[in-house]
């Protein structure tokens, strides 16, 4: 696969490229052994049609392969290979396809091409193309409920006919079915509702395999939680998905595909590990094992690759021991699974959006914080600047006045800026009355006695005398 095609196919899962670019990554408890058994290899893909493969049904002789693009939009290409994958015929249906991502074949050899990828999250129908053995094409139109659009790149063809679609995810594949009987009259412009039948959730595993980065952006553990194909048993008793590295495998009860994985049954996991680009799974023609294929890479030279997997055994019952241990796993869910579950992929956009938009402004309010902050400081520098100045030029004003005019102290500027001289002096003492005891009469000097001898003792004539 080419990297152009590669930054496509990732863009659908946009939410998961945001939240790595933000360093959220998916650590989630592993689902399976810490070292997974890889599966054999059968060989390389050397058809020219299938450097892209997305879809992939095994046939009692060998397989039959499609590709996400087709040489031109008026036919569909369906690859016959043998058990080498070497190209042995091409069953071409005039039809014209979008993005095909899956394949399925049922009991009487028809099969049936699920056009459903939609990279951009933008296409207001999908289609599923039935071919015949002798190339002949009936095409369905279907439209998602309340007009949204999905990735989807899984299909499963139920016992009874009836198409199941599994969009690609993150973190949970929605069940969509057709709301009515199949109707060779539909088209464009008429195309049959589908309605969502159901849900599975898929958490995060650490086996090894898928793409690793889009645009420099590790993607952490995301690969393992986007569903890219699927697959229905021959019998119809088992029906799996597929993710870039797992395979869940479920026991279908009563042939209904939906209610099954919508269910309370768990899956049994089979890890794909090392798959560099894995699209597509189907059963072998006994219903034993599972037939994997990855795309290629044109630009690397290395070509698409088909692989077989003993599936993994349903787990026995587990113990009390065993639950607590996944209970206790269960809560170190981390943030990715946890915003996946609350949010999903469009509120973690829209959360990450809102995110950006508000740091945004909190930024523009710094800024404005900021400026407004430097222009009082600034006008208060300016205003003390100014006041210095006035103080100044009053301190030069008062030193002119002093020396041009007459000697006067309250005009003489004092630099230290003491009072006036006057004023700095002692008050004046003032006498307390006089009590007899601290001076007044009683220590005045005596004044002299009279010439004649007639003065008394305190001055004045004696009466007596």
């Not at 996400?68 to 070497?86: E, F, M, N, P, W």
């Not at 539909?186 to 039948?197: F, G, R, W």
Request: aromatic residues 6%.
């Amino acid at each position: 696969m080419q990297h152009g095609h590669l930054m496509r196919k990732i863009s659908k899962s946009a939410a998961v490229v945001a939240l790595a670019a933000l360093g959220i990554t998916v650590t989630a408890t592993p689902a399976q052994a810490e070292e997974p058994k890889p599966g054999d290899k059968v060989c390389d893909v050397n058809s020219e049609m299938l450097w892209e493969l997305s879809g992939i049904a095994a046939t009692e002789d060998g397989y039959v392969a499609i590709s996400d693009g087709s040489r031109d939009q008026t036919q569909i290409d369906l690859v016959h290979l043998d058990d080498s994958c070497q190209e042995t015929q091409n069953l071409i249906g005039a039809a014209d396809p979008y993005d095909p991502e899956d394949l399925a074949v049922d009991s009487d050899g028809t099969f049936w091409v699920a056009d459903s990828g939609d990279n951009q999250g933008n296409r207001p129908h999908i289609a599923l193309h039935q071919v015949s053995s002798d190339g002949n094409v009936v095409t369905y139109r279907f439209s998602y409920p309340e007009g949204k659009s999905y990735d989807t790149e899984a299909l499963l063809m139920q016992p009874d006919g009836t198409p199941i679609f599994a969009t690609k995810g993150p973190g949970e594949s929605l069940l969509f079915a057709p709301s009515g009987e199949l109707d060779q009259a539909t088209d464009i412009n008429n195309p049959l509702a589908l309605e969502n039948v159901g849900s599975v959730k898929i958490d995060a595993t650490e086996t090894p395999g898928g793409p690793e980065e889009v645009g420099g952006v590790p993607l952490g553990d995301a690969p393992s939680t986007m569903v890219t194909g699927g697959a229905v048993s021959p019998d119809g008793e088992k029906a799996v998905l597929r993710t870039y590295t797992d395979a869940y495998e479920w026991n279908i009860s009563d042939g209904d595909v939906a209610g099954t994985l919508d269910g309370d049954s768990e899956p049994t996991v089979t890890p794909l590990p090392d798959e560099p680009q894995g699209e597509a799974i189907s059963y072998t023609s006994d219903g034993k094992k599972f037939v994997t294929a990855s795309e290629g890479n044109q630009e690397e030279g290395l070509a698409p690759q088909v692989w077989t997997y003993e599936p993994a055994k349903a787990a026995s019952k587990k113990s009390d021991k065993d639950k607590k241990d996944d209970e206790a796993a269960g809560s170190n869910q981390s943030i990715t699974d946890f915003l996946l579950d609350v949010l999903g992929p469009n509120g973690i956009l829209m959360t990450i959006a809102a995110i950006g938009l508000l740091g945004g402004l909190l930024a523009l309010w710094g800024v404005i914080v900021i400026v407004r902050s430097r222009k009082r400081r600034r006008r208060r520098d300016a205003e003390r600047e100014e006041r210095m100045r006035k103080e100044e030029e009053e301190e030069a004003a008062r030193q002119m006045a002093y020396e041009s005019g007459p000697y006067d102290d309250d005009a003489r500027p004092d630099p230290e800026g003491r009072r006036p001289f006057d004023e700095r002096m002692e008050p004046p003492h003032r006498s307390r009355p006089d009590d007899g005891l601290s001076g007044g009469r009683l220590f005045d000097p005596m004044p002299p006695r009279g010439d004649d001898g007639t003065g008394t003792v305190y001055g004045g004539r004696d009466p007596f005398r």
